[in-house]
Nanobody
């Protein structure tokens, strides 16, 4: 059974930082691909960062240079360090995983966390 549990969201001002964490159970951490997605009100869910099985990270253009996704194998954890936050980063952020799919389309991921809200004020 795969479970993903996010934590670390909150409210910050423009230019601030937050770190999201995702704890993964089951074999998905070692065997699959994992990533961070976000969904703002009225918008479609979008990729923020995806880490493939080889550990390579792909970022959305909108977050390159500001966000860093990483994994900590000893804790089966996935992180998203978010710096220089902007109001347009406001969204619910989700951790996602899949055993086979490693693409950028959120529809390809079968396992999701409950989401954590990030709100950036100007």
């Amino acid at each position: 059974q795969v479970q993903l549990v996010e934590s670390g969201g909150g409210s910050v001002q423009f230019g601030g930082s937050l770190r999201l964490s995702c704890a993964a159970s089951g074999d998905i951490y070692s065997r699959g691909c994992m990533g961070w997605f976000r969904q703002a009100p009225g918008k479609e869910r979008e990729r923020v960062a995806v880490i493939d099985r080889g550990g390579k990270v792909r970022y959305a253009d909108s977050v390159k240079g500001r966000f860093t996704a990483s994994k900590e194998n000893a804790k089966n954890a996935l992180y998203l360090q978010m710096n220089s936050l902007k109001p347009e980063d406001t969204a619910a952020y989700y951790c996602a995983a899949d055993r086979y799919y490693c693409g950028d389309n959120y529809r390809g991921y079968n396992y999701w966390g409950q989401g954590t809200q990030v709100t950036v004020s100007s």
